[in-house]
């Protein structure tokens, strides 16, 4: 089995007939990227929001299901176990 290597011509440069488009073919005069930024930001924030959100309630779960732990014990407040009570 031969090894390819990256020196070689890939897949597409050997069964693409067309060339290649020059990346200033696109047009416009980059507002275009500007709007990418922007939207970027934007779906960062709003997943940072999520993020924070989601930690949010997490905690807030943690806090319940220790305080319904902790209000099983009848009140009792004990810094030891029960074994180690015995000496």
């Not at 939207?39 to 993020?51: H, I, M, P």
């Not at 959100?53 to 209000?71: N, V």
Request: aromatic share 8%; glycine share 20%.
């Amino acid at each position: 089995m031969q090894r390819s290597n990256s020196f070689g011509t890939s897949w597409a440069d050997q069964w693409d007939t067309g060339a290649d488009p020059s990346p200033r073919a696109r047009g416009g005069n980059g507002d275009g990227q500007k709007g990418g930024v922007e939207k970027t930001k934007a779906a960062a924030a709003t997943g940072l929001r999520k993020v924070k959100a989601g930690t949010a309630q997490g905690f807030q779960w943690i806090k319940d299901k220790y305080q319904k732990k902790s209000a099983g014990k009848n009140g009792k407040q004990g810094g030891g176990s029960e074994v180690a009570a015995g000496y």
